[in-house]
């Protein structure tokens, strides 16, 4: 079984629709977490979630808004998607809000492609 | 706020060389340092963490790391490295006590010649 797997792990869609990106963990973690890696491979957090609470929200704009129904599922809708929006996005997970202490367990990316 | 910094984009070895792979952070306290591997269009996989306690630290893989507070780095190492190590290192640091995300690295790819 994948311990945190995202759907779909290809997305290519045209500019200004909305689209949305799953994901789930299998491993009883309470903290669910959204990266975003472009094109340079930097990765940068945009979301995290505790036990479907948000903890962690960064400077990103309000067209990406995450959706935690319980806590072994986080989702990321995009809507108005631009061309900057292309990259990869990993879903993570950690357990009891400690993901700084013990480290993530990513899923395998999702790479989104707006043309 | 945590920060981290890989010198290297780019690194080409030999199979059955050693390697080092670089990692300098900045953080005001005691960090958790992760050394994470991404092979080409998949996830990151963690290889090592340090926490506290003994600096060398052994990962999977074959791997290990030695964190040196005086330098602050965690550098990375293999003493001979396989074709199949050919891969994106990031190195990451989190805040104890502090924010629960991850910084990472702008990683570092490495290059494995037969």
């Known amino acids: 079984d994948t311990a945190v797997s995202q759907t779909p792990k290809y997305l290519v869609t045209q500019m200004g629709n909305d689209k949305s990106i799953k994901c789930e963990q299998n491993?009883?973690?309470?903290?669910m977490y959204w990266y975003k890696q472009d094109s340079k491979k930097f990765l940068k957090i945009m979301f995290s979630?505790?036990?479907?609470?948000?903890?962690i929200n960064e400077t990103v704009p309000n067209r990406f808004s995450p959706k935690s129904p319980d806590k072994a599922h986080l989702n990321l809708h995009i809507n108005s998607l631009e061309l900057g929006d292309s990259a990869v996005y990993f879903c993570?997970?950690?357990?009891?809000?400690?993901?700084?202490?013990?480290?993530?367990?990513f899923g395998s990316g999702t790479r989104l492609t707006v043309v | 706020a945590q920060s981290v910094t890989q010198p290297d984009i780019h690194i080409t070895v030999s199979e059955g060389a050693s390697l080092e792979l670089r990692c300098n952070y900045s953080?005001?306290?005691?960090?958790?340092l992760f050394w994470y591997v991404q092979s080409p269009g998949q996830g990151l996989q963690l290889l090592l963490k340090?926490?506290?306690?003994?600096?060398l630290v052994q990962g999977i893989k074959g791997f290990e790391a030695e964190f040196k507070r005086s330098q602050s780095s965690f550098n990375l190492r293999k003493p001979s490295v396989h074709w199949s190590d050919a891969a994106e290192y990031f190195c990451?640091?989190?805040?104890?006590?502090?924010?629960?995300?991850?910084?990472f690295g702008k990683g570092t790819k490495l290059t494995v010649n037969p």
């Open positions: 993570a997970s950690s357990r009891k809000n400690r993901g700084a202490e013990y480290g993530y367990t």
């Open positions: 491993l009883g973690h309470d903290t």
């Open positions: 979630y505790n036990n479907k609470e948000l903890i």
């Open positions: 953080y005001g306290a005691t960090p958790y």
């Open positions: 340090y926490f506290s306690g003994d600096t």
């Open positions: 990451a640091v989190g805040a104890q006590g502090g924010s629960e995300k991850l910084v």
